[in-house]
């Protein structure tokens, strides 16, 4: 199983979720297609990213999802990978703890939110 943490940003109140583990791996579950499913969550084109401009620049792919309470970012660069929710974070984020743990294939291990104060 892999692992993930829910947390603030540095410096901010607003929460993402950070991956543990060789993301970039075959074996890693494909979060992408985890959450595509679980949320019904469709692709947007992001309002102000050229993300295939990011990729080639700084081998950083974001992509923005959309479902019925919202959207998230997922950020995959070559060191972590983090998704982001900037609108209605605190239901995002729960909505999808909810399906990674549903998913079987992650556990969620504690933050300590004072590290990022």
Same mark, same amino acid.
């Given at each position: 199983?892999?692992?993930? !943490?829910?947390?603030?940003?540095?410096?901010?109140?607003? =929460? =993402?979720?950070?991956?543990?583990?060789?993301? !970039?791996?075959?074996?890693?579950?494909?979060?992408?297609?985890? +959450?595509?499913?679980? =949320?019904?969550?469709?692709?947007?084109?992001?309002?102000? +990213?050229?993300t295939?401009?990011?990729?080639?620049?700084?081998?950083?792919?974001?992509?923005?999802?959309?479902?019925?309470?919202?959207?998230y970012?997922?950020?995959?660069?070559?060191?972590?990978?983090?998704?982001?929710?900037?609108?209605?974070?605190?239901q995002?984020?729960?909505?999808?703890?909810?399906? =990674? +743990?549903?998913?079987?294939?992650?556990?969620?291990?504690?933050?300590?939110?004072?590290?990022?104060?």
């Amino acid at each position: 199983m892999e692992t993930f !943490r829910i947390r603030p940003g540095y410096k901010s109140k607003e =929460l =993402l979720i950070e991956f543990w583990g060789d993301h !970039r791996s075959q074996d890693f579950p494909d979060i992408q297609g985890i +959450l595509a499913n679980g =949320l019904n969550a469709k692709p947007a084109k992001h309002p102000t +990213l050229d993300t295939a401009t990011i990729a080639m620049a700084t081998d950083e792919f974001i992509t923005l999802w959309k479902y019925k309470n919202g959207e998230y970012e997922l950020d995959d660069d070559i060191w972590a990978y983090f998704i982001h929710a900037s609108e209605n974070n605190e239901q995002v984020i729960a909505d999808i703890e909810e399906v =990674l +743990l549903a998913s079987g294939q992650f556990i969620k291990e504690e933050a300590d939110f004072s590290e990022y104060t």
